[in-house]
């Protein structure tokens, strides 16, 4: 298919290239230098002690959860409003997830009521997604939390849309709200090393639980084997293998360094946005924009999501952008609704009431004003052939 305009861009370059090829001409491909070099820096960007590389953010859930005491039996409740992956990690732990709603049609987010109601003798963790790059109100469900008396509730942030992103407030960023937190960087995220991932803590003694349990439960790595630093190890958890490379690691280093500045970027694609459906209001009545009327502090501006008119058929909008060269997706049908979560029962109205009308739009650093406009051309032309 020949885009136009595609969902995203991958923003890679002759930086990423050399820092690759550096590694291999290294000689030292596994876990390294590079990896605890890009933990140090990327822990310094969230602004916590801790940051911990793995291989994929879905992996990095689920071994966050199992840092925090997860286990067979337990439940974690979560918003359903998020990629399938969060419930799949506490799923393959053995706890059950309890689905929360979102908090309205412009907060796209959990609801902070709505997961402290779902909190039962059985909760071990409730985990919140900062959903399209804005902040959870992690300070709410901390709060709610501190007055049930329930510290024994880990809160664990998923922050796969959200690296370098803000809390409501502005006085932390995402990563360092909750009590573990775990990022993506896989191809479509706001940095990326293909896939990968990074989890945060401000907890040495979670950071000790989170290097074993990526590790096969080592008490010490190859890397440390290989500088003379350990001749043994022994195995104290039963673990997996969740480890970073360092060619990731090398990449990952270079976006990190792009990431403050690509955000701004997606920031002004947004007002681009918002700015011609401003003015193409009539044309596109009924059109909701999500997380434009409330206070979410500084947002990565991951996706940019839409709701489309009640009533309005999605898949012939879609079709209809598509014949136009313009990619869409829909982040997300939500977990509830899947085949294999068919057993968990769900009383979700605000989530199901926006899941049949979410769109997302095309955004990214290299995404244009003439595209912007080629975007909202192909979308009202979509809803007036309705």
């Known amino acids: 298919m020949n885009w136009k305009v595609t969902l995203t861009d991958v923003t890679l370059g002759e930086e990423e290239a050399l820092a690759a090829a550096d590694v291999v001409r290294s000689g030292w491909l596994t876990q ?9 820096d990327f822990a310094a960007m969230v602004g ?3 940051a911990v590389a793995v291989n994929n953010c879905t992996v990095g859930l689920e071994v966050a959860y199992d840092a925090v005491g997860v286990v067979a039996g337990d439940e974690v409740v979560m918003p359903a409003l998020t990629f399938v992956a969060t419930a799949n990690a506490a799923r393959r732990l053995g ?17 902070p ?25 992690v300070a709410a469900v901390r709060a709610g939390l501190a007055a049930m008396g329930r510290a024994d509730v880990a809160i664990v942030e998923d922050c796969a849309h959200a690296p ?7 006085a932390a960023r995402c990563g360092a709200l909750g009590d573990v937190a775990a990022f993506s960087f ?21 950071d000790r639980a989170l290097r074993l349990l990526r590790a096969h439960g080592m008490t010490t790595t190859t ?5 003379g630093h350990a001749f043994t190890y022994d195995v104290v958890r039963v673990a997996t293998n969740a480890r970073m490379d360092e060619i990731r690691a090398a990449i990952g280093r270079i976006q990190l360094g792009r990431l403050a500045d690509a955000n701004r970027r997606r920031g002004v694609v947004r007002g681009w946005y918002l700015d011609a459906i401003a003015r193409r209001a009539e044309e596109l009545e009924g059109l909701g924009i999500p997380f434009s009327a409330g206070h979410y502090g500084e947002g990565s501006q991951h996706l940019f999501v839409v709701l489309l008119p009640a009533g309005v058929d999605r898949a012939p909008v879609m079709a ?27 009383s979700l109205p605000r989530t199901d009431a926006v899941a049949a009308r979410l769109l997302t739009l095309p955004l990214g650093p290299a995404i244009t004003a003439a595209q912007v406009a080629i975007v909202i051309d192909a979308l009202a032309t979509a809803l007036a052939a309705r």
């Open 32 to 40: 390294g230098e590079r990896v605890a070099a890009f933990e140090a």
């Open 48 to 50: 916590v002690p801790h």
């Open 95 to 111: 706890a059950t997830p309890v689905f929360a709603d979102i908090t309205t049609d412009d907060d796209l987010c959990v609801d």
């Open 113 to 137: 009521s709505d997961v402290l109601a779902k909190v039962t003798a059985k909760t071990r963790a409730v985990v919140l997604v900062h959903y399209a790059g804005f902040a959870a109100d």
């Open 164 to 170: 370098g992103a803000g809390s409501r407030d502005g």
């Open 186 to 206: 896989f191809s479509n995220k706001n940095m990326t090393t293909g896939e990968g991932g990074m989890i945060t803590t401000r907890s040495a003694e979670l």
């Open 223 to 227: 890397w440390d084997r290989h500088r």
């Open 320 to 346: 209809s952008m598509r014949a136009a060269g313009v990619q869409t997706s829909v982040h997300y049908p939500p977990t509830h609704q899947f085949s294999a979560y068919a057993d968990v029962p769900a």
